[in-house]
């Protein structure tokens, strides 16, 4: 999978370079490339905001530059990409939409900054593959870097390859739409804590059952709105 992402503060994404998505970039699994958005500006001070028409505070990401780096990105790209642009405005992000993305070969993550960017960027960037934008949760950050890391990591690891033993993803919180089951490793007393008898038994069918009443009971208690409705007693 190909992955560009534009951004005014690259550094952010040096964060790539360690862990699973870093090893899976080295060995090619991953083509991960980072732009600086003021490479594709042509002022003395690499200007990408300005005032925003109609008033108010705060500045706008100007298209020129925006146009620039998508026409330079598109060029090169075999199939049209898909541009997700980070947005508290957008779609939430879920693991249903990692999932989507993931089958992508080619992922294109435009970071705003300051109030956002002028909108007729994602018209613009429409004519050239499909756009997302897409939040990663009801509040604002400074810009779209934290959340493209997020994004990228969370779709990442589901591309196959990157994570070693692929098992690993299916028993994840969000996986069946339900949060994961609490987990122990050894020893199996600590501190006065034993871990639940049920996974010292052996009965690997006592512990599927355990586990998926834990599932329920902590969806139940912590995130009520993921239940079915069956399950929520609607
Ligand atoms: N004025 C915008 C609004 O009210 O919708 C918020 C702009 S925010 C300060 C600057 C940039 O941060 C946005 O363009 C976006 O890229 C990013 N951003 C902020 N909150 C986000 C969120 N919850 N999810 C994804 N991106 C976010």
């Given at each position: 999978?190909?992955?560009?992402?534009?951004?005014?503060?690259?550094?952010?994404?040096?964060?790539?370079?360690?862990?699973?998505?870093?090893?899976?970039?080295?060995?090619?699994?991953?083509?991960?490339?980072?732009?600086?958005?003021?490479?594709?500006?042509?002022?003395?001070?690499?200007?990408?905001?300005?005032?925003?028409?109609?008033?108010?505070?705060?500045?706008?990401?100007?298209?020129?530059?925006?146009?620039?780096?998508?026409?330079?990105?598109a060029a090169e790209a075999a199939?049209?990409?898909?541009?997700?642009?980070?947005?508290?405005?957008?779609?939430?992000?879920?693991?249903?939409?990692?999932?989507?993305?993931?089958?992508?070969?080619?992922?294109?993550?435009?970071?705003?900054?300051?109030?956002?960017?002028?909108?007729?960027?994602?018209?613009?960037?429409?004519?050239?593959?499909?756009?997302?934008?897409?939040?990663?949760?009801?509040?604002v950050l400074n810009g779209g870097?934290?959340?493209?890391?997020?994004?990228?990591?969370?779709?990442?690891?589901?591309?196959?390859?990157?994570?070693?033993?692929?098992?690993?993803?299916?028993?994840?919180?969000?996986?069946?739409?339900?949060?994961?089951?609490?987990?122990?490793?050894?020893?199996?007393?600590?501190?006065?804590?034993?871990?639940?008898?049920?996974?010292?038994?052996?009965?690997?069918?006592?512990?599927?059952?355990?586990?998926?009443?834990?599932?329920?009971?902590?969806?139940?208690?912590?995130?009520?709105?993921?239940?079915?409705?069956?399950?929520?007693?609607?």
């Open positions: 999978m190909r992955i560009d992402v534009v951004s005014i503060f690259p550094a952010f994404f040096d964060a790539l370079e360690v862990s699973l998505l870093g090893r899976a970039r080295g060995s090619g699994i991953l083509d991960i490339r980072v732009h600086d958005l003021r490479e594709w500006t042509h002022d003395r001070h690499r200007t990408v905001d300005d005032t925003p028409y109609g008033g108010g505070a705060g500045m706008v990401m100007k298209p020129e530059p925006w146009g620039e780096a998508l026409d330079a990105i199939r049209p990409p898909v541009f997700v642009f980070p947005s508290p405005a957008g779609e939430v992000f879920r693991q249903s939409t990692a999932r989507e993305l993931a089958l992508e070969p080619h992922l294109v993550f435009g970071c705003g900054r300051y109030e956002g960017i002028d909108e007729r960027v994602f018209e613009y960037a429409a004519e050239r593959g499909t756009v997302r934008l897409v939040s990663l949760g009801d509040y870097e934290v959340a493209a890391m997020a994004m990228i990591e969370a779709i990442g690891r589901l591309v196959p390859g990157v994570v070693g033993n692929p098992e690993s993803l299916v028993e994840e919180s969000h996986e069946d739409g339900l949060l994961e089951y609490p987990s122990y490793t050894k020893p199996s007393e600590w501190r006065g804590r034993a871990v639940p008898p049920v996974l010292l038994s052996g009965n690997h069918g006592a512990v599927a059952q355990w586990r998926r009443a834990q599932q329920l009971e902590r969806t139940r208690s912590r995130r009520p709105d993921l239940l079915p409705p069956a399950e929520r007693g609607e």
